[in-house]
């Protein structure tokens, strides 16, 4: 019996979140006495593949079926159900894919389920793991009561850690086909973005306060100078200021960052249950009452147009030494 993760192969690519994969897999295996197996699916080059065993993973599972670079929720459920014959527990990213993967899959395995998962069981016997409930407002205590288990794990919540070990790399036939494959994938829109929002140490973000979106130009400068990735609250998006990529907020995208900045956003908790989990959240709002204070470790009351410049100035300056 193994544990395995499976990892998102992003373009061929191992991005953050598959590591942070693989070190939960490896920290979970070594609790429960198993061992930590990744399973990837689709083309991923032999280095690529190994740079898994410095994560402690110490055998990767690969079928290179081009196909599944169609992101068919139903093939990689199938393809993993297959991988996890002999698997007491599988751990998926909580992201889209994980998200239409990991129940497909409980079901094939007759496995229990429990999403958003914040970090390592508290128990093992009886199978005691937390996960995020109420778009993060609260934590819940979920119990698996079967033998196999799928987990998805909530982003940024472990964290990459190295344990470097052998790694072998393993041809692996899926078993699936062409047939498994319902979806054909005609057209893909790549978002722009320097930094990738999910995968960003550092976040600016902005609101319906920036007024319109020729404002987003000293948003943009300050998350260059910063190397921090762009996001929008909905309205914003929906307004057509800023792409639907960059909403965060129980609706749009969930982010961990270690900084998130919110210049004009008022804080509404369907915003704050897809940025509470930021270590870090500096807010300026003209509003003194405004909730986004509630939620900042640090404010500024003031207009964002006048405190964006000043702030852009203090960095460049910082920057200078
Ligand atoms: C089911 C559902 C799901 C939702 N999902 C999401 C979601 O995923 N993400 C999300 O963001 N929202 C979501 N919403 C919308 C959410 O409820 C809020 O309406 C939204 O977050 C408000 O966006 P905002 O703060 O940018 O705008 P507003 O509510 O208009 O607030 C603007 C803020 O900017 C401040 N301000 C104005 N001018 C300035 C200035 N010059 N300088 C500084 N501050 C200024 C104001 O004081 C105010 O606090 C959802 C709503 C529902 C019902």
Known sequence: MSVIAYIPNQEGIIKKAGFELASYATALAENMGKEAIAVVLGPMAGDELEKL??????????????????????????????????????????NNEGKGVAPRLAVRLGAGYVSAVTGLPQSITPFLVNKVVFTGKAIGHAEILTAKKVLTLAYNSFGVHEKPVDVSVEAFDSGCSASDFVLNVQQTQKVTGKVLLSEAEIVVSGGRGMKSPENWKPIEELAELLGAATACSRPVSDEGWRPHSEHVGQTGKIIAPNLYFAFGISGAI????????????????????????????????????????????????????
């Open 270 to 321: 369907q915003h704050l249950g897809g940025v509470s989990g930021s270590k870090v959240i500096v807010a300026v709002n003209k509003d003194p009452e405004a909730p986004i204070f509630e939620a900042a470790d640090y404010g500024i009351v003031g207009d964002a147009l006048k405190v964006l410049p000043e702030f852009i100035e203090a960095v460049k300056e910082l920057k200078k030494g």
């Open 53 to 94: 065993g410095k994560y402690g993973i110490s055998k990767v599972m690969h079928d290179a079926n081009p196909l599944f670079a169609q992101l068919d929720n139903r093939a990689s459920a199938k393809a993993l159900a297959t991988a996890a014959a002999q698997a007491e527990v599988v751990v998926l990213a909580h």
